[in-house]
């Protein structure tokens, strides 16, 4: 998404605001189980917007961690850089970050 055109509230239409990144947890209690499920579900990197104007919240996800190993999806990947903007990890040779547009300062 590039910085010039604001993300705009799906609800009331107001430019929304970058809040920060994120790790969301999965998985869920269970009565039998307790937390353990959580546990091993690991958790989920998301990049979170805010509507100062409605209160709507926006997640998007910033793709694997780094405890997602070398072979996240059954293959190599390219290499990822963290934006230095909003944290959303991408793709290293990106010109920009898919997520607030800002300059990808390895290139």
């Not at 604001?6 to 269970?30: I, Y």
């Not at 997602?68 to 909003?86: F, V």
Request: with cysteine; proline share 7%; hydrophobic share 30%.
């Amino acid at each position: 998404m590039r910085k010039d055109i604001p993300k705009r509230c799906g609800n009331c239409g107001h430019a929304m605001e970058f809040v920060k990144a994120e790790q969301v947890q999965l998985g869920k209690t269970s009565f039998l189980f307790g937390d353990w499920p959580n546990l091993l579900a690991g958790a989920l990197n998301v990049v979170i917007w805010s509507c100062p104007e409605c209160g709507k919240l926006d997640f998007y996800w910033s793709g694997p961690s780094e405890e997602d190993g070398e072979d996240w999806e059954g293959g190599d990947r390219m290499a990822q850089t963290t934006c230095p903007a909003c944290g959303m990890v991408h793709e290293l040779d990106d010109p920009k970050c898919p997520c607030c547009g800002a300059k990808n300062p390895n290139i």
